[in-house]
């Protein structure tokens, strides 16, 4: 009997992403034979470049702090920036399972968190983790190379510049293997020897999302078009997306197109002004129209009421925080300042002269922020005020220019809770799994922050342990 593939493992994983190392380890862990394809020469996709915040709901970090949390509210703060498009059972799935993924994290791959919980937007309680690594800036990278020498250390094989161009399915039944072709540059194109790589149990496909694809996205947003930045990586393209949806895999949501309302248009990509951003002037300070003087929107709402606001505005807007807000970032302020991204002024009046704000309305606008933090209600953009609030008057203030960037696309292909990916026939195509930002349905309309490295490590595990359960594909070898 010829072997139709070049090669054969038990899983194949295509990404080295979160989603694709939790898979990976996972499967190999319940004794699958087990290789990652990346197409590009370095691995860890944008997840080697994310921020490592981790959002779980009881976790023992929320535990020492008193915090009560639950899987269900954090599920209701996810559907409620998703406006209800999220599928119940996949957010479900994410939320039971998030505090188990950070145990899974700290005992498996050996990470450790710093000591703070952290309230993001659109989170009702604080409960974002977040990865510590040695110079305590955010950092998923710390989190990523863990996962990656575990792999290397489990003898799974990672092969990189190994361009996935197809995915085969056997006429309506299960998925098989891939073909591939060995990129000599880190982004294709160019032809490469094309080589066959089977799967006895199956193939996962977590090759993330697609915000760095201009031409595809615009075919979905024309708005969003080369002249908006994006923070991700250039290998974020829709390549596979299209050759999933080929074989018959269910597209949704593919319109979700998330933009950071913490980015600065002066910094590449998302770097420590995004990081002072989202830690102090949306949580402890304002964000204001440069034109107005006053403020914009609900610093504590969801990304995308956020975005919006800005995008409204249509120009550059400045957030500030006060010397006690900016405490929380103690640890990195010093590099914001330096690289010129935050700068601090003495008084408001030097700030509002700094960026041509009216200077008599923005001391107007600090003062009724002030009062609304005092009274316990934002009357302006029903803000939510928590205990302790930190009233903003305390110099040196610091302010970044602020400017949304394509950030995360929450569309993808349709998967069902066991990680098993979902046809147009609403039925499981056989041999075929996804996880993490590739697949669809999770986050709806607006994702929450911290809640992508969450639905990666869930559904990665999940979709390592499912494709090693699979009984072996027989058709394999005939
Ligand atoms: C700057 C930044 C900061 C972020 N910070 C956070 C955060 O703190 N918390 C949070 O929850 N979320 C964050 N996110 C979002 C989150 O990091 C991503 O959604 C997540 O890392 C995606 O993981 P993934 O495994 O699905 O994909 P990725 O990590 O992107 O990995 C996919 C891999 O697949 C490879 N690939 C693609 N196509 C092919 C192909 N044809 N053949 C072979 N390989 C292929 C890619 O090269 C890539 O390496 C951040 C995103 C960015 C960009």
Redo the contacts with the bound molecule.
């Keep these: 009997m010829a072997n139709k593939y070049g090669e054969v493992f038990d899983v194949v994983v ?7 190392l939790a898979a990976a380890i996972e499967a190999r862990a319940a004794g699958a034979s087990t290789i990652i ?4 020469k370095g691995r ?4 080697i ?6 959002a779980a709901a009881g976790s023992v970090f929320q535990k020492k702090q008193s915090i009560i949390d639950s899987p269900e509210c954090m599920a209701s703060d996810m559907k409620k920036a998703g406006l209800d498009l999220n599928h119940p059972d996949l957010v479900r799935t994410v939320t039971e399972n998030s505090s188990s993924a950070i145990d899974w994290t700290i005992e498996e791959i050996g990470v450790t968190y710093l000591d703070q919980v952290v309230q993001l937007g659109g989170h009702s309680r604080p409960r974002t983790l977040i990865v510590k690594s040695r110079s305590n800036v ?1 950092c ?1 990278a710390v989190l990523v190379r863990k996962m990656l020498s575990k792999a290397l250390d489990m003898g799974i094989e990672i092969r990189t510049q ?3 161009q197809t995915i085969v399915r056997e006429a309506g039944g299960p998925v098989t293997g891939v073909t591939i072709r060995e990129a000599q540059s880190s982004l294709q194109i160019e032809p490469g020897i094309v080589k066959t790589i089977g799967c006895r149990k199956g193939v996962v496909l ?4 697609f915000a760095s694809d201009v031409r595809f996205r615009t075919i979905l947003n024309p708005l969003l078009d080369s002249s908006v930045e994006t ?2 990586r250039p ?3 829709a ?2 997306l299209t050759e999933a949806i080929r074989i018959g895999a269910m597209p949704i949501h593919l319109s979700a197109i998330q933009l950071g309302p913490w980015a600065s248009p002066d910094e590449k ?2 770097n420590v002004g995004s990081n002072f951003a989202s830690m102090a002037v949306f949580p402890h300070g304002i964000v204001v129209d440069p034109r107005t003087g006053e403020r914009l929107l609900n610093e504590l709402g969801d990304r995308k009421v956020r975005a919006d606001a800005m995008l409204a505005a249509d120009h550059i807007c400045i957030g500030f925080v006060d010397a006690k807000g900016a405490s929380f970032v103690d640890h990195f302020l010093p590099r914001c300042l330096s690289n010129g991204v935050v700068t601090p002024f003495d008084t408001l009046a030097e700030l509002a002269h700094h960026y041509k704000i009216p200077a008599n309305k923005l001391k107007r606008t600090v003062t009724a922020f002030n009062d609304y933090l005092k009274n316990g209600k934002d009357v302006e953009f029903g803000r939510p005020i928590r205990e302790n609030e930190i009233i903003l008057e305390q110099p040196p203030f610091y302010a970044i220019r602020l400017w949304p960037k394509i ?2 696309t929450s569309g993808g292909v349709q998967i069902d809770t066991h990680a098993r990916v979902i046809g147009l026939d609403q039925q499981p195509i056989e041999g075929f799994f996804a996880a ?3 697949t669809g349905g999770i986050h709806g309309a607006c994702r929450l ?6 639905d ?1 490590l869930v559904f990665g595990r999940i979709a390592g342990q499912q494709a090693a359960l699979r009984l072996e594909i027989k058709s394999l070898e005939s």
């Design positions: 295509i990404g080295s992403g979160f989603a694709g394809l990346e197409k590009t860890g996709g944008n997840s470049i994310s921020e490592g915040f981790i955010c998923g190994a361009y996935v977590a090759s993330g999302g923070t991700n290998g974020a393209t390549e596979l990509g998302l950030h995360y993490g930002e590739i922050g911290s809640c992508a490295i969450s990666c």
